[in-house]
């Protein structure tokens, strides 16, 4: 059991304009007090965020993400949240180098399709459609998407992990939103869950552009 006293940093990342919503992220910026991914897992459990980041080198920037039941090698919420907190120019999760840029109040990084888990995108013929969605079964990992106005790159979106974790809906997904930009080819301005904001723009080499709005809403202690 880990006795170490540790602060836990809170941050809602993707949040709207106003600076509500986001997903909740929690940040451990010294991993060295959960030496092992079992001690991990279980705080990530404990805490039960979407995501809970781990910072093994705050200077280089290398990272360890779990959701509250499994281990990720990437995902784009808390890579977007520890580079703006740890005010990073890069960031190395185990699926590999994400290179990050500040712009304004936007934060973005830089990653591939291929370090995406499975997820099924699955379109709907309108934004009220994906807002009358109920949950489903656990089984399938869905990010629900449609159009608001396609000619601007405006869409709606909801996710549903289906993993039976405690996470039923997902808030606001970058991984599933960086998937969504190298299907369709475009920037996107994507509205999640209850009214995150989350931005793409594709680029060269297979790169997709992720970016959005971070904010600190509160140190924890455990």
Known sequence: MNTTVTDIDVLRVFCAGDGRHGNALGVVRDGRGYPDEAARQALAKELGFSETVFVDDPERGTVDIYTPGLRLPFAGHPLVGAAWLLDLEVVHPPAGEVWVRGDGEFTWIEARAEWVPPRTLRRYGSAAEVEALDVPEPGEWIYAWAWEEEAAGRVRARAFPGRGD?????????????????????ALNITQGRGSQLLTAPGPDGIVELGGRVRLERTLTV
């Open 166 to 186: 405690g996470i039923d809906e997902d808030e606001a997904t970058g991984a599933a939103a960086l998937l969504l930009a190298a299907e369709l080819g475009r």
